[in-house]
Every structure is written in structure tokens, then in C-alpha cells.
């Protein structure tokens, strides 16, 4: 853990991860920390966020943008016995009431974002069609390798579509 911060304060001052000391050093796609504006913090709002939302309460203060904090919720698929149309609804309401305490702790200027469907595809297609986007913030997770190699790891198919800098927490 100490590592990590060290590497967190090292690009709050401008450096990367392999060059602390030299604030002239750019990230790995040629972005200098002076020069993020706009952010998007993806969040599954699980246990696992907990690094990505402390790397962002560390980080966030001292960046001058917009931030905005989005939630995939994925389909339901099959489920047995399916959610009620009401406790769909409700959950969303939750989801949204955790993004907004997310924001207003987070302060300055920032968006909720809560979308459904495809986690990869959705953030993917989300940081792609805004354009403006330099550095999107994700969690990570830990999988099986058969959950691995079945599903894929959404962060990884992120990483290869996305057209910004990513913050792997």
C-alpha cells in the first residue's frame, strides 16, 4: 500500500509511476497531469471500488475539471425467480442515492451518471462518444481464471476500447 501512494502522489505532482521525480514526465498516451480536466470515475459500487474511490479522494482535490462518476448496472439475464418491476426500481434508487453521496463527498463539479446494460461496452461507448475525456478511473476486480477465461475481465476489454488514459485502481 505504501508503494501505491508513493506512486499516486508521484502523479498528483506530475510525474508516472516510473519516473516520480520529474514532473515533466507524461503518462503512458502523452497526457500530463496538469492537463486532465475531464475525468470519469467508473464504479461498481462494490467492495472492490474501495481503492478506485480512495485513489479519487486523493487525486480529485488536485485536479481543476469535471468529474463525472458513473454506474453500470448490468442486465439481469436469467434469474430465478426474476426481480419485480418494483424492486428493480428500487435498486436503481439505491445505485443513484450512492452515486450522489459519492459526489457530494468527491465536492466540485461533478456528474452522476447511471446507465444499464453491457458494463464494457456502455463505459466504453460512454468515454468514446464524449470525446473530451482524459483519464477514466476504474476499480479492479479479481476473478477465477475460468471466470477469466468465460467472461473476460471488463476492465481489460475497456482498456483496448477506450481512446483516453485509464487509472486502474
Known amino acids: 500500500a ?3 501512494h508513493r506512486a499516486l502522489r508521484s502523479l498528483a505532482r506530475g ?3 516510473h519516473s516520480p521525480r520529474r514532473p515533466e514526465a507524461r503518462t503512458s498516451r502523452g497526457v500530463e497531469m496538469n492537463e486532465i480536466k475531464n475525468v470519469v470515475f467508473a464504479t461498481d459500487l462494490g467492495e472492490s471500488a474501495q481503492l478506485a474511490l ?3 479522494r486523493f487525486l480529485w482535490p488536485k485536479l481543476d475539471g469535471h468529474l463525472t462518476i458513473m454506474h453500470v448496472v448490468p442486465d439481469s439475464g436469467f434469474s430465478d425467480p426474476p426481480p419485480t418491476p418494483e424492486e ?3 435498486a436503481l434508487e439505491e445505485k443513484q442515492q450512492q452515486l450522489e ?3 457530494s463527498e468527491l465536492g466540485g463539479e461533478c456528474e452522476v451518471v447511471l446507465l444499464r446494460g453491457d458494463v464494457s ?3 466504453s461507448t ?3 462518444e464524449r470525446g473530451n475525456i482524459d483519464l477514466l478511473v476504474l476499480g479492479r476486480h479479481y476473478y477465477s481464471r475460468l471466470q477469466r477465461l468465460l467472461t ?3 476492465a481489460d476489454i475497456i482498456i483496448k476500447e477506450v481512446h483516453c488514459p485509464v487509472l486502474r485502481c
Open 121 to 123: 461496452r456502455r463505459i
Open 15 to 17: 510525474g508516472t509511476r
Open 126 to 128: 460512454y468515454v468514446n
Open 88 to 90: 428493480e426500481t428500487a
Open 152 to 154: 473476460g475481465v471488463v
Open 101 to 103: 453521496a459519492i459526489a
Open 2 to 4: 505504501p508503494t501505491r
Open 54 to 56: 480512495e485513489t479519487m
